[in-house]
């Protein structure tokens, strides 16, 4: 018991110490030791690195999963050593919603057939974005955590021990100074009385002189400075090499981070196919029903797969064909005897030029097609009123 007060005693007024150093150096009262240029420059880029790689990691985690009670489970989970639940992500659910809404309905059905196949592609999609925050989570926020809560607090650590040995160190030079000076003061003047209440227990004897008194002080102030500086040294030569590892971990990082690249690449590789496949399904099973219903706006030059070719050199004959179509004179068009459909308007649309029927959404209308016009449109009927109207923004009741 009485070992453990002494070393209280001890480590408080070491504390003390510190404190009284760290206090004087703040105030501009006190002379502080400063590290070498290159040191300070390990220290920067350590901090750096340390800041960045937890804004990088953070933001990754959202990215991976937005949803901050999944991720907040997630933490508790790794925190008790658990493994997460398994349970379907929001494209498998999706999915899964989508199949069974198809079965309700009919699988027979037009919609239903389209909601089994968009549901069994949603449903890829949800298992390969799993995969691909499984991969993510080993391959690039695994090793940033690790350097945060493993080689960052071993720096830290370190840091704040070398920080220490520079308080004690300081706190000797300023003991020694004051020694220096206080026994060159009593050289001077004689015999004169020491501060007891500073370096000696008032029961000291008395009859010592005084500058027999302050040479002491200053050999033990010498020694105690020289084991300050040996330890600072030594603790500085310790966070340095840790310090300078930063580039391995930089190199770490940099491996870590290509394999996140890829990864994602994979996954919207693998999300692109998906969707190609889907398109295919769409358009071979729906393609009576829903005509160009995967083309593009109208005005817009598409190949004939379906997909767009920007830049594609146009051909006379097209743009004759075009020109043909848009100087169609709708007043002579005669609706058809059979091949009449009523249609929905989606979406609001203003008639370009007079060849055009303005739509508004919501209202029924009745269309049907001319030979030599453009997929892209129909002709369309309201009342009285007869126009181009785009397919893109009707919905074929019938």
């Known amino acids: ?210 500058s027999a008194l302050w040479s002491e002080e200053v050999d033990k102030a010498e020694h105690e400075l020289r084991v300050a500086q040996t330890e600072f040294d030594r603790q500085a030569e310790v966070t340095r090499l840790l310090l300078e590892g930063i580039s391995s971990t930089h190199v770490n990082h940099l491996r870590c981070l290509h394999e996140f690249v890829e990864a994602q690449t994979a996954y919207y590789k693998q999300c692109h196919l998906h969707m190609q496949d889907l398109k295919k399904e769409l358009d071979s099973s729906n393609g009576d029903v829903f005509p160009n219903a995967f083309a593009g706006k109208p005005g817009h030059s598409m190949a004939s797969d379906g997909s767009s070719s920007p830049g594609k050199a146009v051909d006379p004959l097209d743009v004759a064909s075009t020109v043909e179509t848009d100087t169609l004179k709708i007043e002579e068009v005669q609706a058809p005897a059979t091949g009449t459909r009523k249609a929905k308007v989606l979406y609001d649309y203003d008639a370009a030029d007079t060849s055009e029927l303005s739509l508004l959404a919501d209202e029924l209308i009745t269309v049907y097609t001319v030979p030599g016009m453009d997929s892209d449109w129909l002709v369309g009927e309201r009342g009285n009123q007869k126009g181009k109207v785009p397919v893109t923004y009707l919905e074929l009741l019938s």
């Open 1 to 210: 018991m009485d070992f453990n007060v002494k070393k209280f005693a001890s480590d408080a007024g070491v504390f003390f110490t510190r404190a009284v150093q760290f206090t004087g150096e703040k105030l501009g009262q006190s002379e502080k030791t400063e590290l070498d240029a290159h040191f300070e420059n390990l220290l920067s880029r350590a901090d750096s690195t340390k800041n960045w790689t937890e804004k990088i990691f953070r933001q990754t985690e959202v990215l991976l999963q937005p949803n901050p009670s999944a991720r907040i489970e997630e933490f508790l989970y790794e925190k008790l050593d658990r493994t997460v639940p398994s349970r379907p992500n929001n494209g498998e659910l999706l999915g899964q919603y989508m199949q069974d809404a198809a079965k309700d309905f009919g699988v027979g059905t037009p919609y239903g057939s389209t909601l089994m196949h968009v549901g069994d592609c949603e449903r890829r999609l949800g298992s390969a974005h799993r995969e691909f925050l499984q991969t993510s989570a080993i391959s690039f926020l695994t090793p940033l955590r690790n350097f945060l809560e493993g080689d960052w607090r071993t720096i830290s650590k370190e840091r704040r021990l070398l920080e220490n040995r520079r308080l004690d160190l300081d706190s000797c030079k300023a003991r020694l100074k004051k020694a220096k000076l206080a026994e060159s003061k009593a050289a001077c003047e004689g015999e004169a009385v020491p501060d007891f209440q500073e370096t000696r227990p008032r029961n000291y004897v008395l009859s010592a002189s005084a």
